[in-house]
């Protein structure tokens, strides 16, 4: 039997079959403290800055936006950057833990006060109050969704947390590439220089199971639904989005013509 990892703690728990744990409530578990607080020593802000670049704060003043909610808010990273960049931001998560140090960070980062609320997607008009211009939901975080019906129950929330003309922004792992082998599972995806590394260590078309490897050896793993990138998209206009644009995002790697990430825009109206 799987026994639940213990909050603070450094070590992750996936039990005795970690393949079997396809789960989205586990997501709390994964993002353990010696995780997150690697992972945010080592991936440089500024260079994460530059290289996301502007690609998705131009898409939202290009749409007069001014009230963003930021459902995957993790450790803060792109909540501080909205704020930087003049936007009214709410900062979501489902996990205390990432808020806590979201908030660290803003403080850290600027001498921000972030504005957290903790919410689940799944139930996050219940939590969160207010109507927003926009909702980003970034770093591969929708993945962690295992099951159709919390993904369309999700989205719906997004959907109705929204203006009339609101947009959504999301962005995913290029799982076709994955799943189609064009990558082959041994496929090494680079940050931060060769700091860290992550490389899959099981896919199959209901799990992408992520290793990270950092620089003093220790590794963490990530178990993740290997999301199309079409399916995103039906998924989006069934739940009412009108318009959905798909980009891909060509970051460092080995074959420089698959792009790593996509970003979706669904515009509501
Ligand atoms: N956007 C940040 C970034 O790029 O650094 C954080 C991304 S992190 C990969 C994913 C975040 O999504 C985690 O902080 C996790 O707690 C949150 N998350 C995953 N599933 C969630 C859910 N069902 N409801 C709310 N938050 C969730």
Redesign the pocket.
């Known amino acids: 039997m799987r026994s639940r990892t213990i909050k603070g703690q450094d070590q992750q728990d996936f039990g005795d079959d970690p393949l079997a744990v396809r789960d989205?409530d586990h997501?709390?578990d994964e993002?353990v403290t010696g995780f997150v607080d690697k992972w945010d020593e080592l991936i440089d802000w500024k260079k994460r800055w530059a290289s996301e670049g502007n690609f998705f704060i131009e898409q939202l003043k290009a749409r007069g936006v001014e009230k963003v909610l930021?459902?995957?808010?993790?450790?803060g990273?792109?909540s501080v950057r909205l704020i930087e960049d003049g936007f009214e931001t709410v900062s979501?998560?489902?996990?205390a833990e990432?808020l806590a140090k979201a908030f660290a960070n803003g403080q850290t980062y600027g001498g921000h006060i972030l504005r957290v609320v903790q919410?689940?997607?799944?139930y996050l008009n219940r939590d969160v109050h207010g109507s927003y211009d926009a909702i980003i939901c970034?770093?591969?975080?929708f993945t962690?969704?295992f099951s159709e019906r919390d993904r369309r129950k999700?989205l719906a929330e997004f959907y109705a947390m929204l203006k009339h003309d609101g947009v959504l922004i999301l962005d995913q792992r290029n799982y076709d590439a994955l799943l189609d082998g064009q990558y082959g599972n041994s496929h090494t995806y680079y940050y931060c220089g060769d700091e860290v590394s992550a490389e899959p260590d099981h896919v199959d078309e209901g799990l992408a199971r992520f290793r990270y490897q950092f620089p003093d050896q220790s590794q963490y793993y990530l178990n993740m639904f290997p999301l199309r990138k079409n399916y995103v998209r039906r998924l989006m206009r069934e739940v009412g989005f009108q318009r959905v644009d798909t980009y891909g995002d060509f970051q460092e790697t080995y074959q420089a013509d698959e792009p790593d990430f996509f970003i979706h825009i669904a515009e509501k109206s």
Do not use: E
């Open positions: 989205t997501y709390k993002y930021d459902v995957a808010t993790g450790t990273f792109h979501a998560d489902g996990s990432m919410a689940d997607w799944r970034l770093g591969n975080s962690h969704l999700a």
